[in-house]
C-alpha cells in the first residue's frame, strides 16, 4: 500500500486513546490544566463511575471567548512559548490533546471566564462545536458526559473500582499541592477536602486522618546534584509519615516531579531506602515527596499520560533524594525498629515427600519458635509460624470460596480511618471482605467503625489487617490476584509468632493441621515450614561411624 495521511477521525481515535483510557484519565488531565491555570480552588464532583458525569470546576484565570474555542481543537496550547523547546517546559501539560480527545469519545462542555464582564460556553458534542455566551465568574468549568458512549469495547472493560482510581488522582494532587484547596465529591456526598493552607501536614489531615497526620514530619532540603560535570540545584519538599504507621503496599508514597505526580518506581525505591532499618520487614511507609530541579534535567514527554517521566541521570536524582529523607528522619522524633538476622551454617535440607505428619511424634520446642518432631531416623525441624501462615491460608481461601470466615466480635467497636481511594474499594468490596471476616460500617466522612474481625483458627486478626486488606483488593487489575495478596496478608498477622509457648498437644494439633494441607512444606510467601536432619548427620557431627551403636 502507498504512504498516505491519515483521516482526521482516525487521527482523533489515535489520539483519544493515548489521553482517555478511563474516568481517571479525564480528571487528571482537567486537574492538570486547573492548576496551570494558576488555580487555588479545584472541586471534582463525580456520579456513579465517572462515565455518566464528572466535572471539574477551578477559579484559575479562565479563558477569553477566542482561546475557549480554540483550546477545542487538536494540538493547541497556552503552555508553551512560540521561543521555548519542549525540554524546558514548565507546566503540567502542554501537547493540546486533552480537550479535543475527550471531545472525540465524550460530551464536552467547557464554560470559562477570564475576567470579563461574561463568560464563554463551548458545548462539543457529536462532533459538532457550539459556542455561546454564559453566566461565570473567573475560572474555568469543564463538565464531561456519557464518557465512551461510542466505544463501547472500551465501556465494557471498565472496573468497579473507577472511583478509587479518580480518588487515588485528586488525592495525589492534594497531598503534593498543599497550596490548593481540593474536594473530591461522589454522588453528592463529600468525600474529603484540604483546606490549600500550603501545610503538607494539613493535605495529610484532610486526605487521611488525625492519627497518621499526627504521626508525621514535614521536610524541606535543598541540595546541589553534579550532572555532566555541572551543579544543578535540587529541592525536596513534603511529609514523612513515622514508621508506627505503615501499609502492606508502595500505594501510599506520593512523588511529583516539578508538581507533576508520576509514578516513578526508581524516587519510589529512594524515599523507602531513606527510611532504612526503621521500617519493620514487609511494610511501606506514607510519605508526600515533592521533587524540584531543573526542566532541562526532565523529560516529561516519555509517557503518552504523562505518568512517567525521565532524567538526565536518574541515579543521582534518587541518591539525593534518599539522602533527603534519611536526613530528615534522622532529626525526627523515632522510635529504631532493629533487624535480627540469624545465619545458620547447617546441613538442613528441606524435606521434599510426604503428605501427612500422622507418625511424627513433637519431641520439644526449641527458642519458642521451632518445633521440634521425630519422624523415623529423621530429626525435623518446623517453623510454627511459617506453619501456621500455610494452614491460616489454605483455610482463609477455602473459606472465600465457600462459606465465611469466622468473625470475632470487637467490642468496644474499633474507629479506622481510610483514604477516599481505600473508602471507595471498602464500599465496593464489602461482600468481599465481609465473607473475610470483617464487619464494618461508615461512621461518618472516611472514618469507619468495625465490629468484628477475622478470626481464623480462634485467633484475632490485628485492626491494621483492615487498611492491609482494603490495599490488597485495590492493587492489581486482576480482583483474583489481588484477592490472593489480601489473603497471604492476612493469614500472617494471628498466625503464631516467635515466644508463643506450645505444649505437646496443641503443637501436634498444629502438625495435624499442617499435614491437611495442599502445600505443607512452603508458606504463602514461599519461606520452607519443614526442615529435616538426618540421623547420619548426627552420626557424622559425632564420630559414630555411621550407626547409632558404634
Known amino acids: 500500500m502507498p504512504v498516505r495521511r491519515l483521516p482526521p477521525e482516525t487521527v482523533e481515535r489515535i489520539a483519544a486513546g493515548e489521553v482517555v483510557t478511563r474516568p481517571a484519565s479525564v480528571v487528571k488531565e482537567l486537574v492538570e490544566n486547573s492548576l496551570d491555570a494558576g488555580a487555588t480552588s479545584v472541586t471534582v464532583d463525580v456520579d456513579g463511575d465517572g462515565t455518566a458525569r464528572l466535572r471539574v470546576a477551578d477559579d484559575g484565570h479562565g479563558m477569553s471567548e477566542a482561546d475557549a474555542e480554540l483550546a477545542v481543537d487538536h494540538h493547541t496550547t497556552s503552555k508553551l512559548a512560540e521561543h521555548d523547546g519542549i525540554e524546558h517546559v514548565s507546566t503540567l501539560g ?43 465568574a473567573t475560572g474555568t ?13 472500551r465501556h465494557k472493560s471498565l472496573s468497579n473500582t473507577e472511583f478509587a482510581r479518580i480518588s487515588d488522582v485528586v488525592s495525589r494532587y492534594a497531598l503534593l499541592r498543599p497550596d490548593v484547596r481540593f474536594k473530591l465529591r461522589h454522588d453528592g456526598r463529600d468525600v474529603f477536602s484540604t483546606p490549600g493552607s500550603g501545610n503538607y501536614t494539613d493535605a495529610v489531615l484532610g486526605v487521611y486522618d488525625r492519627t497518621v497526620a499526627g504521626q508525621s514530619t514535614t521536610f524541606d532540603h535543598e541540595t546541589s546534584v553534579a550532572i555532566d560535570g555541572v551543579d544543578h540545584s535540587l529541592r525536596l519538599e513534603g511529609v514523612l509519615v513515622y514508621p508506627s504507621v505503615t501499609r502492606s503496599r508502595r500505594d501510599h508514597v506520593h512523588v511529583a516531579v516539578n508538581g507533576r505526580t508520576v509514578g516513578n518506581a526508581g524516587l519510589k525505591r529512594a524515599i523507602v531506602s531513606g527510611y532504612g532499618t526503621l521500617l519493620p520487614s514487609g511494610r511501606e511507609p506514607i510519605a508526600v515527596a515533592s521533587v ?36 530528615a528522619l534522622t532529626t525526627a522524633d523515632l522510635r529504631q525498629s532493629g533487624e535480627v538476622t540469624m545465619d545458620l551454617e547447617t546441613t538442613l535440607e528441606r524435606r521434599e515427600e510426604g503428605s501427612s505428619f500422622d507418625d511424627v511424634t513433637v519431641i520439644g520446642q526449641f527458642r ?12 525435623l525441624v518446623v517453623d510454627q509460624h511459617a506453619a501456621h501462615e500455610r494452614i491460616n491460608y489454605e483455610r482463609l481461601r477455602a473459606a472465600l470460596a465457600g462459606s465465611a470466615v469466622e468473625s470475632a466480635l470487637v467490642d468496644p467497636p474499633e474507629t479506622v480511618s481510610l483514604s477516599p481511594a481505600e473508602a471507595a474499594v471498602a464500599d465496593d468490596e464489602r461482600e468481599t471482605l465481609t465473607r473475610l471476616g470483617f464487619e464494618f ?26 487498611h492491609d486488606a482494603v490495599d490488597a483488593l485495590r492493587a492489581g487489575d486482576d480482583p483474583d490476584d489481588a484477592r490472593d495478596e489480601l489473603l497471604k496478608d492476612l493469614a500472617c498477622h494471628p498466625s503464631l509468632k516467635a515466644g508463643d509457648v506450645l505444649d505437646r498437644e496443641m503443637a501436634a494439633d498444629l502438625l495435624g493441621r499442617l499435614g491437611e494441607c495442599e502445600q505443607p512444606f512452603a508458606c504463602p510467601h514461599g519461606r520452607p515450614t519443614v526442615l529435616s536432619i538426618e540421623e547420619q548427620t548426627f552420626a557424622t557431627g559425632f564420630g559414630r561411624g555411621g550407626t547409632r551403636l558404634d
Open 141 to 153: 468549568t469543564v463538565e464531561v458526559r456519557k464518557l465512551f458512549h461510542n466505544r463501547p469495547a
Open 292 to 327: 524540584s530541579l531543573p526542566p532541562e534535567l526532565v523529560d516529561a514527554n516519555v509517557h503518552p499520560s504523562k505518568d512517567e517521566v525521565a532524567f538526565v541521570d536518574g541515579d543521582v536524582v534518587e541518591s539525593a533524594v534518599e539522602d533527603a529523607v534519611h536526613e
Open 368 to 379: 519458642e519458635l521451632y518445633l521440634l518432631c521425630e519422624a523415623d531416623d529423621d530429626l
Open 94 to 136: 502542554f501537547r493540546g490533546e486533552a480537550l479535543p480527545s475527550i471531545a472525540a469519545v465524550a460530551t464536552l462542555d467547557v464554560t470559562t471566564n477570564d475576567g470579563g464582564p461574561r463568560g464563554t460556553r463551548v458545548l462539543v458534542e457529536g462532533g459538532e462545536t457550539t459556542v455561546s455566551p454564559a453566566g461565570r
Open 441 to 466: 460500617s461508615r461512621f461518618g466522612g472516611g472514618t469507619y467503625r468495625l465490629t468484628g474481625l477475622p478470626a481464623p483458627l480462634g485467633r484475632v486478626a490485628d485492626v491494621s489487617t483492615f
